[in-house]
Structure formats: structure tokens, C-alpha cells
């Protein structure tokens, strides 16, 4: 055998190799991406305000350092337009700018979440800003790109542009309503489109490194999630990420958002990124039916659980969880979602068995 034809049953044994390691591992070696795992973290600096401590083995630490030793690879910030400072809406330009230095300086993965709006964005609300209220449509439109570029070039000036940008917050009905409401006509359609690739268009131009998320709150819902990306689609919108929200007492059962991925990723083949989740740790409100028990072991079990199916989606396209507010633990001057049951912290602020379990995931 010559040499050349050496090189080239080399190059292909080795090709071979790859794709077979790639198919046995399902697909996961497409990318060199650790499987992404952590928390949304918006409320941590107002958390800490507000008294909040947070311990490991008895020893007060910074709840984001405690998070990256138990392996936790990637955190989310939203960001509001103008919030009034009431409650946890506090999440204006100065606020996130502050918490981003202490996610990108821990070495983490740093997603954020933008969400068009004075306060809470999400399926039942997407009120625009007052500053922004009286814009024609043409004026709203170059608004949204234009606020979207100030805000990460004021990042990109201190050193801490996102790896993810997330132009808007569970937008299955649109967003920044009435204008980019959607109500399943064509012409909203268009406006929606317009509107989010404003923002698109922003975020390439100022964050070419940074992937783009568009997220739906529709986990376990096939049907809703292949009618929105399919309109997108169809309207050549350009994205990088599915993003998701799976929370199994809203979205239904974990067979249902395996359901989901399974179909979403054959579909679409785009990367899908669970960007919201959570489950209680001790006995809530919710109904006693609930799949996993309402304790830290079945906290650990969902979480374990659902990691398993993402990692499962096929060709290696689920890339990760984010837990929705892990560092809510009770505090006596402020009254925390759910009483802080779905924390990652106990009480004491300590790290419960299903933080600890972060490291079994990020690979």
C-alpha cells in the first residue's frame, strides 16, 4: 500500500469512528458544548438586599459561586425597559450590568432575557412600555432594535456581552401588545415578525458571537410549539434556539414534552434549550397528583428526569435546563413565589440534593 493510500483509509477509519461514537452518544458529539445547566437568577442581588444568605456546609458564600462548584455551567438575567423597582420587578440596565460581572467573572455561560416591558412578560401580559406607548408602529418597530443594540453595547462596554440573547419572554402570543399581538391573522403575523427581527437584526449586529433564543412557554404542547415555529418559518425569521418552558404542573407530563422534543427536533432541527423550570421541594399548593413528591428527593427526581429526556431529544439537539429562581429562599422582608418550595436552597440556605446533583449533567 502506497502512502496515499494510506492516509485516506486512515482519514476514513477515523471518520468512521466519529460518526459511530456520535451515533452511540446520540448525537451529542455535533457540538464540543457541555450540556448546559443552571438558573434563572434574576432576583439574586435584590435577594441578598433583602437578607437573603446563602451557605455550604454551614459557611456563607456567594450563592453563584456555590452554584458553579455543584456544577452549574449557565445563568439567566432578565431585563425590564423601566421598572418601577417594586417587589423583584428591578431589573433595569445598571441592576443586570451589576449581576452579569458576577456570572461572566465565575465563568459561566451568561443568557439575557429581554422582556419589552415595564414588568412581567409572559403568556397573560405583555404591556408594552409607557415610554414606548404612544410610537406608531414604524417608530415601535425601530424602538425595540434600537433599545436591544443601546442595552448590549452598554454590556459589550463593560466587558460582559451574553452568549445567548432571549428577545423577548414566552411569547406565544407575541408581544408588545396590541401592536405584536397575536390572534391568528396574517396581518399580526407580519407585525409580530417585524418587530422580533427588529431585535434579531440588533443582536447580530452587536453580539455576532451570541446565539439567539426564542422562547414559547409550551414544554409539553407539540401542537402549539410546530404552529409557532412553522409561522416563523414560513417568515424566515432568523433564530438559532428553541427555547421552552416546562414547568409539569402547567405543561403536562414529562411523556408529553418528550412527546415535544422528539417532534420539535425532527421538524425543525434547531437546538432546544429548556430556558424555564422548577418543582417544589416540600408540599405546596399544587395538586397532590403532581408526578414527582413534594420534597427535596422528589425535587432531585424531576430534575434528574427531566435532564434524561432533554439529553434524549434526538441527534444531540437538547442542550440544556435552566431552573427558574433557585436562589428563592424565604426572607422575612419580602414575600417569595411559592414560599421558596422551589428553591435549590433549604431554608438555611443551603444547597439541596438536587443542586448537588448539577454536576452529574453539564457533560
Known sequence: MNIGAGLVLLVALFCFATIELSRKEGGRRQTDEKFLIGGDISALAKMEELGALYRDGGLKQDAIQIMRRYGANCFRLRIFVNPKGEGFVVNDLTY???????????????????????????????????????????????????????CLQAMK?????????????????GFLWDDGRLDGSEVQWEKFVKLLSSAI??????????????????GGDWQATHWFFENLERRKVDYDIIGLSYYPFWHGSIERLRENLNRTAKRF?????????????????????????????????FLRELVKVVKETPNGLGIGVLWWFPESVPVPK??????????????????????????????
Open 334 to 363: 419580602a414575600k417569595v413565589w411559592w414560599g421558596g418550595a422551589m428553591a435549590l436552597f433549604d431554608e438555611r440556605g443551603e444547597p439541596l440534593p438536587a443542586l448537588k446533583a448539577f454536576s452529574e449533567f453539564g457533560s
Open 96 to 150: 443586570t450590568i451589576a449581576l452579569a460581572k458576577r456570572i461572566k467573572s465565575s465563568g459561566a455561560k451568561f443568557l439575557i432575557n429581554f422582556h419589552y416591558s415595564d414588568t412581567w412578560a409572559d403568556p397573560k401580559q405583555q404591556i408594552k412600555p409607557k415610554a414606548w406607548s404612544d410610537l406608531t408602529f414604524n417608530e415601535l418597530a425601530e424602538q425595540v432594535g434600537n433599545y436591544t443594540r443601546d
Open 201 to 218: 437584526k440588533a443582536i447580530r449586529e452587536t453580539s455576532p458571537q451570541a446565539k439567539v433564543i426564542v422562547h414559547i412557554d409550551r
Open 269 to 301: 432541527r434547531k437546538p432546544i434549550f429548556i430556558v424555564e423550570t422548577a418543582s417544589p421541594n416540600r408540599p405546596t399548593w399544587l395538586p397532590s397528583e403532581i408526578e414527582w413528591e413534594q420534597s427535596p428527593q422528589g425535587q432531585l427526581d
Open 157 to 173: 462596554r463593560e466587558g460582559i456581552l451574553p452568549d445567548f440573547v432571549q428577545p423577548g419572554n414566552e411569547i406565544t402570543g
